[in-house]
């Protein structure tokens, strides 16, 4: 460890001469400046990484529990691990259990790198934190600059952590529960592989909106649930616990459901208890659009009689404009959307209650959705689009990914992990390398104040 602090002072402060003269002589803008001064901190964070892990296989070596324990079968076994800083390079010893026929490298488990582990988790965080916006192939360039990580390196990274629950993300009780809330269900549309189309579901809940600009709206404390559902009955269960974990439910005198009437959708009001509900106005519109728009103020004649709620007029001004419409599709078109509107008449109705604020499930699926799903012409399978959908959904609930990953590695190793190694002597041995390494160090002997010396003199300290 000696050698690879000195080595490390020694490469900061000749990288940071060289840069800084480039930047006064040869006029280099401040950004080229930080950018190769982050190239050497990323080596420098390399050197320190492998140091870490090679003085943990000494510690482990040194022990006297592994002694009785394990022999050694093989020295200075060569590893290369994948982390934020860039590929780390080092060795560690590979262990033969004297009781049974295990093998075992017991340094790299004490830290959590498996077996077969090729990537740290924290770059894996960084690669499904970028993948959730973009494709795998340029989250996989992005997110392990100066590397190139694959899209199958990418794609795995997400298969690893599994299913990712609507509840991963801790539920916070509210401290006021109001009198009205708001629930809002849509679906997506994404083209499959194999054909035909997936249709993950979001649905959220919130307190209502507030203005933060010229037009824009925020909606209060949301909470969203999505994924790929075979019955929708399990997400409105999911739903409801959410609910009654977040409010104090009696408090609640109603709920709005929007939506554009979707089965699922208005199997929600059976599972929601004071649910109320109502036909959104973006596809109430097209609907209208649909039925009327082709014939001079058949737009604003459904209207009328849909604001006035007079079912007789609406049958009058359909019949007007299919006796109108020659086309045998554009008919049957109509009446298609006829059917629709009086199907859900009574709850169009509910649109116009003076505590309803209208829905924006359609801007939701687009944001939370649509931009990274459906958007491009991308074929995926059902099981990655339910993940995609999830994470997406984990991410606008304000889940951290880094979190996640973690948690769903310590689940995968928590009955392999090796907890039998007795470090107290480790720790003895580690207060008397990291003394010896930093009490030799030049920088802090030549007595120059320099802001490296003094740095490396605080350190001292600890």
């Not at 392990?144 to 609507?166: C, D, H, L």
């Not at 104090?248 to 208890?273: M, Q, V």
């Not at 007007?320 to 109509?334: G, L, R």
């Amino acid at each position: 460890m000696n050698n690879s602090i000195i080595e490390i002072a020694q490469l900061i402060t000749k990288e940071f001469e060289e840069n800084f003269k480039k930047m006064i002589i040869e006029k280099k803008d401040i950004s080229e400046f930080i950018i190769e001064i982050k190239k050497t901190l990323d080596t420098a964070g390399s050197i320190l990484i492998a140091e870490a892990l090679e003085t943990m296989d000494l510690m482990v070596r040194e022990d006297s529990r592994r002694k009785q324990n394990w022999h050694i079968k093989e020295k200075s076994a060569p590893n290369t691990y994948a982390t934020m800083f860039g590929e780390i390079h080092y060795h560690r010893t590979y262990y033969k259990n004297k009781h049974k026929n295990e093998y075992r490298y017991l340094s790299d488990e004490l830290v959590g790198i498996q077996p077969y582990d090729k990537m740290d988790i924290s770059l894996k965080a960084r690669l499904i934190e970028e993948a959730i916006e973009t494709p795998y192939a340029r989250s996989g360039k992005k997110a392990a600059a100066p590397m190139e990580i694959s899209s199958q390196s990418v794609m795995n990274s997400i298969r690893e952590i599994g299913r990712i629950e609507n509840h991963d993300v801790k539920i916070v009780r509210a401290k006021n529960t109001p009198k009205v809330l708001f629930i809002e269900a849509d679906e997506d549309h994404v083209a499959l592989q194999i054909g035909g189309c997936a249709e993950p579901k979001l649905v959220y809940v919130h307190e209502g909106k507030k203005l933060i600009g010229k037009n824009r709206w925020e909606l209060i404390n949301p909470r969203y649930f999505g994924g790929m559902y075979k019955e929708s009955e399990d997400l409105w269960t999911e739903v409801a616990d959410y609910l009654y974990q977040a409010y104090d439910y009696e408090k609640i005198d109603k709920i709005y459901l929007s939506g554009d009437g979707a089965r699922w959708i208005k199997t929600g009001s059976d599972f929601i208890n004071k649910s109320i509900f109502v036909i959104d106005r973006y596809h109430l519109n097209k609907a209208i659009k649909k039925a009327g728009g082709h014939i001079e103020n058949g737009e604003r004649e459904i209207w009328k009689a849909i604001k006035a709620q007079d079912k007789e007029y609406l049958k009058v001004v359909f019949e007007t404009i299919k006796d109108m419409t020659e086309s045998e599709t554009k008919v049957a078109s109509i009446i298609e959307m006829r059917t629709y509107i009086f199907n859900h008449f009574d709850s169009i109705k509910n649109q116009y209650e003076s505590d309803y604020i209208g829905c924006s499930a359609e801007g939701h699926i687009s944001h939370i959705y649509s931009d990274r799903l459906s958007s491009r012409p991308l074929g995926w399978s059902k099981e990655r689009v339910d993940q995609m959908a999830r994470l997406r959904v984990f991410r606008a609930n304000g889940g951290n990914v880094y979190d996640l990953t973690l948690k769903k590695k310590q689940e995968r190793i928590r009955e392999a992990r090796i907890t039998a190694l007795n470090l107290k002597v480790a720790k003895k041995s580690w207060k008397k390398v990291s003394g010896e390494t930093i009490d030799n160090l030049p920088a802090l002997n030549q007595g120059k104040r320099t802001q490296l010396a003094i740095m490396l003199r605080g350190i001292r300290g600890i």
